[in-house]
């Protein structure tokens, strides 16, 4: 129990000064959690506590939905021109850029990646996703079908609903944006759930979305466990559709809880993506995004390209430069310093869980070529979890650091000798989310791509993303797509309208 202020006067440790609201935001209100429970945000660097937010139960969630359904039918949302849509999220789009340098502080202090990378990554997919769907508000048609000389038919789309969305702590700002943007402008009302572990930035987002004009009980966010608040979500009956994105295990419950009511879901799970090097690759290139493709955002990546395969006669050349790269790229250090590279793995727990995957593989039989274990404590002496990138060879397709998803800076190099052979392994996962093909040769390198069992490819690079070409998983990575005119897909429904033109039939 708690009876924290609703709103909090906090220093960054870049000397930022900003008020944190720490309330559920329901109707338009910051309010108190019911039970009064809270959930502390910690700062990962540090391991020091940042602030406690209220954390919703049941009670508080069923108030979002409640909410969420009026103003579904509350004519100030239900008969607002579509474009007015698209101008309420177009203005909160500059409120974001406008707060853009606040926003990265709390998600740098909160997350633990680096400023640098959370105002001109994080940030910048945030805003540039807002303004896309902002554009697609007034052009999402239904069509007209003729059918006989008397008859036709017409098609019109509609909201889903009220939207329950439930998102993960590795891009805060950036994952509430790929599932508002889309939801909100085809006219559906939200109850969004952060992840425990980034409670804050989404609070400052939430008094954004009030200063850009919507109407109350549009947008509903709430802070709160998962098996408590976000099962409560997923299984209230007045909620149309579940968003997710997070965990393979917790998509599967996702599913299941779905089930009760048959509600429309979209998920977007985890991953074990591989990356393949031919031998007629621009080495450096290859290298490069490599490195950058699992190594980025501290390994936190749902589409890290975490197995590579590289071509035997080059494999030798790669794994020497690949591990100089992880050694003199990778710097390792607070979010504050402008030439990390690595902050600290963002909870105790998921630090522990990748600690104990390199412990996993070094008794498995893999060796280890870099790193391997902790980092030792930032540059102010302090405690922090920070884990050394760590680079496995003599990997087997059996073994689990090879299988399981690690989601942290761990790689696994493996050699391989043909096309067929490369495609075959790559291929043999449960999970299906991105892949990476390097190749100087245009034939193989599409032959590949269209191979792959993969929601995404990246021909020559890792992790192009951008908010007008779909994003999404095959096999047990997940169903649906977000992001681009796929993305609109998953929150709007068809309705078909027969009309007679004639009585004598
Ligand atoms: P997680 O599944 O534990 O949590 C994600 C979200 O789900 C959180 O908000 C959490 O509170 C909520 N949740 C947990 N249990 C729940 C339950 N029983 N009912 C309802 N909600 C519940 O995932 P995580 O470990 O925090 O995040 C990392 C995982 O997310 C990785 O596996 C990664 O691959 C995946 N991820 C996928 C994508 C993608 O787009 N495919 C993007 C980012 C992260």
Known sequence: MSNLDLFLNLTAPNGRQYTQPTGLFINDEFVKSKS??????IDPATTREIASVYAAGAEDVDNAVKAAKAALNDPSWKLLPATDRGILMGRLADLIEKNKELLATIDAWDNGKPYHVALSEDLVEAITTFRYYSGWADKTFGQTISTTPKKFAYTIRQPIGVVGQIIPWNYPLSMAAWKLGPALVCGNTVVIKAAEQTPLSILVLATLIKEAGFPKGVVNIINGYGCEAGAALVQHPLVDKVAFTGSTATGREIMKM?????KNITLETGGKSPLIVFNDTDMEQAVKW???????????????????FVQKDVYETFVEQFTSAVKSTSKIGDQWDES???????????????????RLGISEGATVVSGGGPHPPNSNGEAGYYISPTVFTNVTDSMRIYREEIFGPVVVIM???????????ANNTTFGLGAAVFTKDLERAHRVAAEIESGMVWINSSQDCDPGVPFGGVKQSGIGRELGEAGLEAYSQVKAVHVNLGSKL
């Not at 779905?258 to 048959?262: F, H, I, T």
């Not at 050699?415 to 392994?425: G, Q, S, V, W």
């Open 36 to 41: 009064g429970q809270t959930i502390a945000s």
């Open 258 to 262: 779905a089930a009760g009511s048959l």
């Open 340 to 358: 990390t590279f690595q902050g600290p793995q963002v909870t105790r727990a998921q630090y522990d869980r990748v600690l104990e995957y390199i």
């Open 290 to 308: 490599s490195h950058f493709g699992i190594m980025s955002n501290q390994g936190q990546i749902c589409t890290a390209t975490s197995r590579i």
């Open 415 to 425: 050699p391989f000798e043909t096309e067929e052979e490369a495609i075959k392994r």
